[in-house]
Antibody, heavy 121, light 108 residues
Framework: HVQLVQSGAEVKKPGASVKVSCKASGYSFISNDINWVRQASGRGLEWMGWMNPNSGDTGYAQKFQGRVTMTRDTSISTVYLELSSLRSDDTAVYYC??????????????WGQGTLVTVSP | SNVLTQAPSVSVAPGQTARMTCGGNSLRSKSVHWYQQKSGQAPVLVVSADSDRPSGIPERISGSNSGNTATLTISRVEAEDEADYYCQVWDSGSDHPVFGGGTKLTVL
């Protein structure tokens, strides 16, 4: 049973950083990229970037360049998302998702349960 | 870059058929994927590659892609189908995914 389990909710002040974890199980951790997608309350899905757990290579959406860092610990099959210089509009649910490669028509399955990050003074 | 357009809402009575569309330029040349997100839950893949259903997704849910429009169809709608539905493609130019804005399906 393929599963992604994320860390718990966080409350941060503006300007701080947050680090969210995503632990994979039920498949070979290094075989699939992990992407991160966020969703503000009542809003749609926003892609943030990807990480290759095997090589450590990453790619970030232009909007988050300079503020986002994705890392991994292969010994515990876990990927991390760190977002710095937090603002109130970073308040959202953050999802990790497993990428299913399909010759340039990739999709996501499964999704983690989500981690609510609240940025508030 | 790709822009995917979805109607904000669709309403249907139980037992009827719901059709949700996803529009975009040259969509027929791309594979469209669909996710269902029930209130307070993470999205779940319900259709991949235009029309493939993952294991565990009921046969009442189907997908198609023609011209510039992809369609997710739910037959014999049930109360449990009430959710937001998002379409997604992969933008080969920028090498990242693109999501539609989502359609809220309300079961009357």
């Amino acid at each position: 049973h393929v599963q992604l389990v994320q860390s718990g909710a966080e409350v941060k002040k503006p300007g701080a950083s947050v680090k969210v974890s995503c632990k994979a199980s039920g498949y070979s951790f290094i075989s699939n990229d992990i992407n991160w997608v966020r969703q503000a309350s009542g809003r749609g899905l926003e892609w943030m970037g990807w990480m290759n757990p095997n090589s450590g290579d990453t790619g970030y959406a232009q909007k988050f360049q300079g503020r986002v860092t994705m890392t991994r610990d292969t010994s515990i099959s876990t990927v991390y998302l760190e977002l710095s210089s937090l603002r109130s509009d970073d308040t959202a649910v953050y999802y990790c998702v497993r990428n299913i490669p399909a010759a340039g028509t990739d999709w996501f399955d499964p999704w983690g349960q989500g981690t609510l990050v609240t940025v508030s003074p | 870059s790709n822009v995917l357009t979805q109607a904000p809402s669709v309403s249907v009575a139980p037992g009827q058929t719901a059709r949700m569309t996803c529009g975009g330029n040259s969509l027929r040349s791309k594979s469209v994927h669909w996710y269902q997100q029930k209130s307070g839950q993470a999205p779940v893949l319900v259709v991949s590659a235009d029309s493939d259903r993952p294991s565990g997704i009921p046969e009442r849910i189907s997908g198609s892609n023609s011209g510039n429009t992809a369609t997710l169809t739910i037959s014999r709608v049930e109360a449990e189908d009430e959710a937001d539905y998002y379409c997604q493609v992969w933008d080969s130019g920028s090498d990242h995914p693109v999501f539609g804005g989502g359609t809220k399906l309300t079961v009357l």
